[in-house]
C-alpha cells in the first residue's frame, strides 16, 4: 500500500510539473507577452489511481490460503476449504489482472502526458532524440505481477478447480466421502471443462476490455499520432507534401469564390476536461493574389483524442478576411478564461512611412470561433516626418509614435478575462502633438468584448 501511494505521488508530480503551458496572451501581474501556469495534466487512470487495492487482493488470497490450510488440517471440511480456495483464487487473479492494466495504462498515459508537453516542433532534428529518450524513460517504469503472485494465483486456482470438481475427494474418509467414486473419464471431462470455463473468462474479459477501450474508428478520424497533414486532409480533402498546403475555395479581391491554397500557421496542443486537443488555423488565399492589399481568410480547427481517434471537433471556415500580401499574418494560441482556448492574429503593416500593428482576438464564443476584439497595438510615422526640406510637400509633420501593451486580468465575465489596455507615446491632432498615455478596459459581454468607462 505504501508503494500504491509512492507511485501515485510521482504519477501526480509528474503531471503537474513537467506540463508546458501554451503561449498566452499576459496576466496583470506580467509585464510582456509570455505563458501562464495552465498546466494542462491529463487524468490519472483509475487502475494507478487505486493501485494501493493490490495490496489487500494479495492479502485476502494469502488469507484465504492460511484459513483453508487450516480447514484441511485441523478440521477437514470440504465446503469451508472450497469457499476458501475458490475467494483466494479469484483475488490473486484480481491482483495480477490489476497490475497487468495499471502497467499497461501507466505506460499510456506517460506517452500521452510526454507528447501533450513536447516543446520541439517535429522538424526539428533533435525532435527525434528527445521522443527516444522520453520513450526509453517511460519504459524504465513497469509495474508487472512478480513471480510469487503469478504461483499463487496458479496454486489457489488449481485447488479450486480440484475441490469444485471433488476429483481427489479420498475414500473411506468420513467427511470427505463422495456418493459414488469419481472415475478418471469424469476427472478430465471436469477438469477440462473447468478449465476452459476460466479460459473463456479470462478471454472474454480480455478482450471485451480490448474493444471496450478501443471502439471501431469513426469515420474521418486521425488514427495513430497527430500530424498537420493528416488534419488538413480531412478538413480540406487533399493535402500536398511539397507545398505542405491544401487546394481550398475561398474568396478573392472581388468577393467572388476562387481556387486558393491553405496553410497552417498555428497548431497548439492543450488539454481541456482531461481530453487532449489540436487548435489548427490555418491562412488561405486566392491563387496570384499577393499584393499589398491582398488579405487571406482565416479558418481555425480544434480536433479532440477520443477513443476512436482525433477527430474534428471544431470547423470553422472564413472566421476573418485579414491581413496583406496574401497572408493573414502571425496566429498565437491565446488563454481567454480559465478554460477557454482561441487564438490571435498578429500584423505588421506599413505604407508611405507610416507603420501600423494590429491583433484580432478570435475566440471560441458558442463552439465557434468569432473575432471578439479587435486593436491597433503600435502606431509610427518615423517613415515620413521631422523633414526640414522645404521642397517637399509631406514629411513635414511631427514625429509621433504609440504603443499599447495588451494585458489579461484576474477579473472574469462571461467566463472570460478582462482585458486591460495601457496605450503611452504620442499622436498627431488637431491642436498638434499630444500625448497618448492612457488605460482602457474591456469586458466581454457575452458576444465580443466591449469597452467599460473606468
Known amino acids: 500500500m505504501n508503494k500504491g501511494r509512492e507511485i501515485n505521488q510521482a504519477v501526480s508530480s509528474f503531471g503537474n510539473g513537467n506540463a508546458e503551458t501554451p503561449r498566452v496572451m499576459d496576466l496583470e501581474h506580467t509585464e510582456d507577452k509570455s505563458a501562464i501556469a495552465a498546466n494542462p495534466s491529463l487524468e490519472i487512470p483509475a487502475s494507478i489511481r487505486y493501485v494501493s487495492l493490490v495490496a489487500i487482493e494479495i492479502g485476502l488470497a494469502f488469507g484465504c490460503a492460511v484459513l483453508a490450510l487450516i480447514c484441511c488440517v485441523s478440521a477437514p471440511s470440504q465446503a469451508a476449504t472450497r469457499v476458501l480456495s475458490v475467494v483466494g483464487g479469484l483475488a490473486a487473479l484480481a491482483a495480477t489482472l490489476h497490475l497487468t492494466i495499471a502497467n499497461s495504462d501507466m505506460h499510456s498515459w506517460l506517452h500521452q502526458q510526454l507528447s501533450a508537453t513536447a516543446t520541439l516542433p517535429s522538424d526539428n532534428p533533435f525532435s527525434g532524440l528527445t521522443q527516444q529518450l522520453e520513450t526509453l524513460a517511460a519504459n524504465a517504469v513497469q509495474l508487472k505481477p512478480g513471480a510469487g503472485l503469478y504461483v499463487l494465483t496458479a496454486t489457489l486456482m488449481l485447488a479450486s478447480v480440484i475441490l469444485v470438481s471433488k476429483i481427489l475427494s479420498p475414500a473411506g474418509h468420513p467427511t470427505l466421502q463422495e456418493p459414488s467414486p469419481v472415475s478418471g473419464v469424469t476427472f478430465m471431462r471436469k477438469a477440462a471443462g473447468i478449465g476452459l470455463l476460466?479460459?473463456?473468462?479470462?478471454?472474454?474479459?480480455?478482450?471485451?476490455?480490448?474493444?471496450?477501450?478501443?471502439?471501431?474508428?469513426?469515420?474521418?478520424?486521425?488514427?495513430?499520432?497527430?500530424?498537420?497533414?493528416?488534419?488538413?486532409?480531412?478538413?480540406?480533402?487533399?493535402?500536398?507534401?511539397?507545398?505542405?498546403?491544401?487546394?481550398?475555395?475561398?474568396?478573392?479581391?472581388?468577393?467572388?469564390?476562387?481556387?486558393?491554397?491553405?496553410?497552417?500557421?498555428?497548431?497548439?496542443?492543450?488539454?481541456?476536461?482531461?481530453?487532449?486537443k489540436h487548435l489548427l488555423v490555418t491562412s488561405a488565399a486566392a491563387d496570384g493574389e499577393d499584393c499589398h492589399a491582398c488579405g487571406a481568410q482565416v479558418d481555425a480547427f480544434v480536433f479532440s483524442q477520443t477513443q476512436r481517434g482525433w477527430t474534428a471537433e471544431i470547423v470553422d471556415n472564413d472566421i476573418a478576411q485579414t491581413g496583406a500580401f496574401g497572408s493573414a499574418g502571425k496566429a498565437l494560441a491565446v488563454l481567454y478564461g480559465s478554460d477557454v482556448h482561441g487564438f490571435e492574429i498578429s500584423l505588421e503593416d506599413g505604407g508611405q512611412g507610416i507603420t501600423n500593428a494590429n491583433e484580432v482576438f478570435i475566440a471560441p464564443v458558442s463552439d465557434h470561433f468569432r473575432p471578439v476584439l479587435s486593436l491597433t497595438t503600435e502606431s509610427d510615422n518615423l517613415g515620413s516626418c521631422g523633414s526640414t526640406d522645404t521642397e517637399t510637400e509631406v514629411g513635414h509633420d511631427p514625429c509621433a509614435q504609440t504603443k499599447s501593451v495588451v494585458r489579461f486580468m484576474k477579473s472574469i465575465h462571461q467566463g472570460f478575462f478582462d482585458i486591460a489596455v495601457q496605450e503611452s507615446g504620442t499622436a498627431i491632432a488637431a491642436q498638434g502633438l499630444v500625448r497618448t498615455d492612457g488605460r482602457k478596459l474591456y469586458e466581454f459581454d457575452g458576444g465580443k468584448y466591449a469597452e467599460i468607462l473606468q
Open 198 to 276: 476460466i479460459t473463456g473468462v479470462m478471454v472474454g474479459v480480455v478482450v471485451g476490455r480490448h474493444y471496450l477501450t478501443s471502439p471501431p474508428n469513426a469515420p474521418n478520424a486521425i488514427t495513430g499520432e497527430f500530424k498537420m497533414s493528416k488534419a488538413l486532409s480531412v478538413v480540406y480533402g487533399n493535402y500536398d507534401p511539397a507545398t505542405k498546403s491544401s487546394v481550398v475555395h475561398t474568396k478573392n479581391m472581388s468577393g467572388e469564390s476562387s481556387p486558393g491554397h491553405a496553410i497552417v500557421i498555428l497548431d497548439s496542443t492543450y488539454v481541456q476536461k482531461s481530453i487532449r
